[in-house]
């Protein structure tokens, strides 16, 4: 009987245990989506704030002028939310009405599109190391990284 | 260290033992430059598919990603513009065959950009042609504003300066009869070999404004059409200087609407004679004066120009003036499931009477509407079907295309 009652109650903690673990894991997605886009660059950069059209020159692959210095852009694909905010917060363009613009600018003034990096830790390595360079990530990842500058927070809250 | 031996035939060399005429040795004794046209052409063309093989790997290596980017590196672009297409005709195709209907074409387009330097190149192959469309190096002396040396499309037509022979980027099949290029029975010169400065300033906080002029070498009229100058067999052939523009708005500066005039001035000697017999001219001198807007508002799209061209023909001692008037209008509407609708309304006015359209290019499209319908699908890829009625000087003709589309990689 007292086995039993061990056996029963080691079952529910076991559950118990997958419950809490749910729990965390789910009380951690409210906090990844409250994550903020943000505009960042090198600490070392001319940059200290963009405005929305310069943005969307800039990640079209047109030249931006910063206190007499050319900034470029690097995109951030590692992971699919930030994909996704990034068509919608930074260039304001559906996927393919970005693709298709990136593609004609090529072909019509013979720009380049702008390098992508599926790894946030070689982009935010990247970005440090290049003054001229402009990015974007998750507030949480670049707020302990003092080789970074958050520019501007993208998006709405 | 690996060494690989390559032999290469070349079609001009002679066979051992057979007769060696003393020509064979003086050209190539004189190397490339002395090389027949054809032979030229041949060395050029591997020359540059090499060099658009070299660049498509080096531009693969620099989309790779997680590697550092800054301006002391260059960056670069390579897309292949890849159609397949098949269609059905009411009467016979015109014996010039337009290449804009050739059954599989590939447009190799590169970019290599270091700093403000820009080296910018289109490569266009098909069952019809092979020719170097564009070949341009650019300096961009202010930001937006590019200066240009080489072979370009002129920036006076409205629907080239947009698409270009991007193929995939051009809702439609068929480009509008007044934009065809050259060697389609095109009425218009399309390649200038020279200079243009292409400029784009901002406007307030969020408009623009373009102005793009070019100048150099134009084409000449053959049998067949006009001629552009040809990079790989570069010949000047007594042609003239062209100049051409453009100032338009933009009421968005990232944006794709666009309002603007056009103008281009264009001498066109007759290189022809008998083409020079039933001109009753050995010069055309063209003028032509547009408007065009592209609009998009939502699912909405509409692209629409008029051009009036003026021409006169001139003989020693005479001169003969004509004119007409042609434009398009095409709308299209997205719909759900990547689909996107469209119909489009070319007509003239006077051309029919044109000496200068009758004898040269009677394959224009006087009046034509064209209905299709085209379906996205995949990553860059798209299926259209496409049916018009035209009328031209030689026939009247319904014509049904599908084609594929796509922009590679």
């Known amino acids: 009987m007292e086995r039993r009652i061990a056996v029963m109650a080691r079952r529910s903690f076991r559950w118990l245990a997958v419950l809490l673990g749910a729990l965390l894991l789910y009380g951690a997605r409210p906090a990844m989506a409250a994550d903020r886009l943000v505009l960042i660059a090198s600490i070392n950069a001319p940059v200290s704030s963009l405005n929305s059209l310069e943005i969307q020159k800039l990640f079209l692959g047109l030249t931006v002028v910063i206190n007499g210095l050319d900034v470029h852009p690097l995109r951030n694909e590692s992971d699919e939310a930030m994909r996704q905010l990034f068509y919608q917060d930074v260039i304001s363009m559906s996927e393919s009405t970005y693709e298709r613009r990136l593609l004609a600018l090529t072909l019509q003034q013979g720009r380049t599109a702008p390098p992508v990096f599926r790894d946030s830790r070689a982009l935010l390595n990247a970005i440090a190391a290049d003054p001229h360079a402009i990015s974007y990530a998750w507030a949480s990842e670049v707020a302990r990284d003092g080789r970074i500058r958050i520019l501007k927070f993208l998006g709405s809250e | 260290m690996t060494r690989v031996m390559v032999t290469l035939t070349n079609p001009d060399q002679p066979l051992a033992g057979s007769y060696v005429p003393s020509t064979f040795y003086r050209r190539n004794a004189l190397g490339f430059i002395g090389m027949t046209t054809i032979a030229r052409r041949r060395s050029t063309s591997a020359i540059l598919v090499g060099l658009l093989c070299a660049v498509a790997a080096f531009a693969d290596e620099a989309d790779s990603y997680n590697h550092v980017h800054t301006d002391s590196h260059p960056s670069s672009e390579f897309v292949l513009f890849a159609s397949a297409e098949a269609h059905?005709?009411?009467?016979?195709?015109?014996?010039?065959?337009?290449?804009e209907d050739a059954n599989a074409i590939g447009d190799a387009v590169f970019a290599i950009n270091r700093g403000r330097f820009r080296l910018f190149g289109e490569y266009q192959l098909s069952n019809q042609e092979h020719d170097l469309e564009r070949m341009q190096v650019g300096m961009e002396v202010v930001p937006d504003t590019v200066v240009w040396i080489g072979r370009f499309h002129q920036p006076a037509s409205a629907w080239n300066t947009e698409h270009?022979?991007?193929?995939?980027?051009?809702?439609?099949?068929?480009?509008?009869?007044?934009?065809?290029?050259?060697?389609?029975?095109?009425?218009?010169?399309?390649?200038?070999?020279?200079l243009l400065v292409d400029s784009r300033r901002p406007i307030g906080t969020n408009a623009g404004i373009q102005i793009s002029a070019g100048a150099g070498l134009g084409t000449v009229v053959e049998s067949t059409g006009l001629a552009e100058f040809d990079l790989?067999?570069?010949?000047?052939?007594?042609r003239r200087l062209s100049i051409t523009g453009r100032i338009a708005y933009l009421p968005d500066y990232v944006g794709t609407t666009i309002f603007g005039l056009l103008f281009a001035h264009n001498d066109m000697p007759v290189r022809d004679g008998h083409t020079a017999v039933l001109l009753q001219a050995n010069d055309v001198r063209q003028d032509l004066y547009g408007a065009f807007a592209d609009w998009t508002d939502g699912p909405w799209q509409l692209h629409a120009a008029l051009y009036d061209v003026a021409m006169e023909l001139q003989n020693p001692g005479s001169s003969r003036a004509e004119s007409f008037v042609a434009g398009y209008a095409q709308l299209e509407r997205q719909l759900p499931h990547r689909l996107t609708a469209y119909v489009r309304e070319e007509n003239s006015s006077d051309a029919a009477r044109s000496v200068y359209v009758q004898v040269n290019h009677p394959d224009f499209q006087l009046r034509r509407a064209t209905l299709g319908l085209r379906w996205d699908f995949r990553r860059r890829q798209a299926v259209t079907a496409e049916f018009t009625h035209g009328d031209s000087v030689r026939?009247?003709?319904d014509a049904f295309r599908l084609q594929w589309s796509a922009a590679l990689p």
Not at chain 2, 232 to 238: A, E, M, R, Y
């Open chain 2, 395 to 397: 026939a009247d003709q």
């Open chain 2, 88 to 99: 059905s005709f009411s009467t016979p195709a015109s014996a010039n065959q337009l290449n």
């Open chain 2, 232 to 238: 790989l067999n570069p010949h000047t052939d007594g």
């Open chain 2, 164 to 194: 270009h022979h991007g193929r995939y980027l051009q809702t439609a099949i068929t480009r509008p009869s007044i934009e065809l290029w050259e060697d389609e029975q095109g009425i218009i010169p399309q390649h200038i070999s020279g």
